[in-house]
């Protein structure tokens, strides 16, 4: 148990790094009524002076330093590449301030071990920005599953394109910048087959890597003892639908739209075949219900979500190495 946060007042958020992914989420911490966007670092004291004044004027730095020394704040965000979250989220941790770490948490399990185990001894909240996990229609599908919607479970197919064409400067194909469609990608279908059926017995792997060296598209086949498997697939250049589905003994249930972010369930029992609106529809980019797991947890004085448990995000980044080994990538410094 960590210090609970009152519930007075808005959770103050401070946002390390002013990219892409940082407006998106911000975008959604202020549509909530307990969350603000207090503070906000770049490494150009400019681009964070003009981030923090699309979000009410908050402060700015233009350094990370800095915003992790502001008392005046109860979470650091994480939103920087994937190289940087190790550091990143150890020097929030150090600062004696809860994260939440972009996904993946970290180049590998071994850093993810490291930056957790940090927050775990320092009794300070931290959580891997695994949306998909907290989205209200997947939490469903697992609730269907384990009240026997379709039987006993047997399988799961999943995937996750993103359409963008070669070009060795995008972050992406950049392994200096964390390139690469695993970690970029594969983390969701990896997590979405976690998620139902857990550590696989055996893994098959194959891939096409690009010419900067980053894995460019990874099929993967997941096998267990009793016979249930699971397909995955990721690529950073081929666009794909990003649908997934759990297959069951009795029926099966898909996610409409990408998985990450689904807009619909379709649900396929014995009986018959419904849909499942999405609660969400209408409401920001859908990282509500990130944002609100992150206050939950907070105010709760939790130090780890029990949507996202440390140990399933160490588990997966374990996977995603296994998989990288097999197709030869290493970032450098590994
Ligand atoms: N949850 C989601 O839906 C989602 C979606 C997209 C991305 N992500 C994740 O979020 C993270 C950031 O992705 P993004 O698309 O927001 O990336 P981005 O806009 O390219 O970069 C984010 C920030 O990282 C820093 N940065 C970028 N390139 C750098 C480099 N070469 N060296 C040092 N710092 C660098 C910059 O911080 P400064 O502003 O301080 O300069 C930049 O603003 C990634 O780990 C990604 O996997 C998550």
Known sequence: MS???????PVRWGILGAGGIAETVCHDIVLTDGNSVAAVAARDAGR?????GRYGGSRSYGSYDELVADPDLDVIYVATTHPSHRSHALLAIEAGKPVLIEKPVCLNAADAREVLTA????DLFAMEAMWMRTNPLIRQAEQLISDGAIGEIRGVRAEFGAGVPFDQHHRMYDLDNGGGALLDLGVYPVTFAYLFLGRPSRVTTTGRIAPTGADMTVAMQWAYDGGTGAQLWCSSAIPAPNQAVVL??????ATEGAAHRPTGLLVHTAEEEYRIEDPIAGQGNGYGPEIAEVERCLRAGLTESPL????????ILEL??????VLGVKYPGE
């Open 48 to 52: 964070a002076a003009d981030f923090a």
């Open 3 to 9: 210090e609970k946060l009152s519930d007075d007042q």
């Open 119 to 122: 927050a775990a001894e320092a």
């Open 308 to 315: 996202i448990p440390h140990a399933d995000t160490i588990a």
């Open 248 to 253: 069951g003994s009795t029926g099966w249930i």
């Open 320 to 325: 995603l190495d296994e998989a990288r080994a």
